[in-house]
């Protein structure tokens, strides 16, 4: 479990070595799950636009926890699958291949969209506080 600043420091490191493999998933704002190093099997579960599992946090005797629940029926040895709902901290988007007929073609969100989106946020912010900065001159 890392703290914001520590995930961070560690995505920039990743991103400084290359690393395409890591796997973060975040519990709540201050606590986020580092498995790229170690951690158990669900950090091999593939991503699919359209999954047959879903993730749930729940608190287990005070601590918050995330397990893995089928959202449809599937049998023995199909692949257990979920969305990653993945968020970008890096300028290079990654594919989807999954291959589902709803498939988005990205993991998370479509990367021209999610900087339309971006770009009006920030326009948005700019605006903001220019009108918080406006200087009267009295004579």
């Known amino acids: 479990m890392i703290d914001p600043r520590e995930f961070h420091r560690r995505a920039k490191e990743y991103a400084r070595e290359k690393n395409k493999h890591y796997y973060f998933m975040a519990l709540k704002s201050d606590a986020i799950i580092d498995a790229t190093q170690q951690g158990n099997v ?15 946090k729940w608190t287990v005797n ?3 926890r995330v397990g893995f629940f089928a959202r449809k029926s599937f049998r023995a040895g199909d692949e257990v699958t979920f969305d990653y709902q993945f968020q ?8 989807c291949y999954c291959e589902s007929t709803n498939c988005r073609g990205w993991i998370g969100e479509d990367p021209d969209k999610e900087d339309k ?8 912010d700019r605006e903001k506080r220019k009108s918080r900065t ?6």
């Open 62 to 64: 005070g601590d918050l």
């Open 134 to 139: 406006i200087f009267r001159f009295v004579k």
């Open 117 to 124: 989106g971006r770009d009006k946020r920030e326009k948005r």
């Open 88 to 95: 970008r901290y890096g300028k290079e988007a990654q594919r």
């Open 42 to 56: 669900s950090r091999f579960i593939n991503h699919s636009c359209d999954p047959n599992a879903e993730t749930q």
